[in-house]
């Protein structure tokens, strides 16, 4: 085995850093840091402790990396994967699409698709009711599974922000009358909502990939 070359470059030097409630092996030792460590790792965790501010799910996914953020970057595939958004319509409005939420009676949601290939990002930017502030954001990676877990497919990471307007809507002058609930109801159950979603993804994803199938089905090309 050849031996790896030795480096002939100065080492780093980083400035000591003086900000308050930092904590680097340069001002706390180990066996300091240790009782700070435990005192966050506990058996149970709050709920809100948890999910309060973000909601983040991951899943594996027996499917090639590249093929799952082509199926992703395509807003139209919200309609199988998704439990309740349907019947996908474009509007005037560049790569804007409007739909309906079936969690939601009578609500029309707007979607705009933000990828990015290299990266494997692809942002949902979506808004009960109306289109011109599109503030609820759900983020979306595909990562490579033989890099994280030394095996063929992806990993996809998904994670939502608690905006505001989830605890009181920004635009209720646009919201139905009739309608009785609001997308913010239903946030203590976005992590068990959303993981279900994520399985219907594998499922599709694999399902296709397994069958020698295009993951992106040929209606959306």
């Not at 979603?197 to 694999?206: F, M, P, T, V």
Request: proline share 8%.
């Amino acid at each position: 085995m050849t031996e790896p070359a030795a480096s002939t470059a100065e080492p780093l030097e980083v400035p000591e850093l003086d900000v308050p409630g930092v904590y680097r092996v340069e001002n706390i030792s180990f066996k300091e840091a240790m009782p700070m460590v435990l005192d966050m790792t506990r058996a149970v965790y709050p709920h809100d402790e948890v999910y309060g501010q973000f909601c983040t799910v991951n899943e594996y996914i027996a499917a090639p990396p590249d093929e799952v953020f082509e199926y992703l970057a395509d807003t139209r595939s919200l309609c199988e994967w998704t439990y309740s958004m349907r019947g996908f319509e474009r509007t005037d409005q560049p790569d804007l699409w409007v739909s309906d939420d079936r969690i939601g009676e009578h609500t029309r949601i707007y979607t705009r698709t933000v990828a990015n290939a290299a990266a494997r990002t692809v942002d949902y930017h979506c808004a009960w009711d109306q289109p011109d502030h599109l503030w609820m954001i759900y983020l979306m990676r595909v990562f490579d599974a033989q890099t994280a877990l030394n095996k063929p497919g992806s990993v996809v990471l998904w994670t939502n922000c608690h905006h505001p307007f989830y605890d009181e809507n920004g635009y209720p002058e646009t919201a139905p009358p009739e309608r009785p609930v609001w997308v913010g109801d239903f946030w203590n159950l976005f992590y068990a909502g959303h993981l279900l979603e994520l399985r219907n993804l594998k499922a599709i994803c694999e399902h296709r990939h397994v069958k020698g199938e295009p993951i992106k089905p040929g209606w959306m090309s």
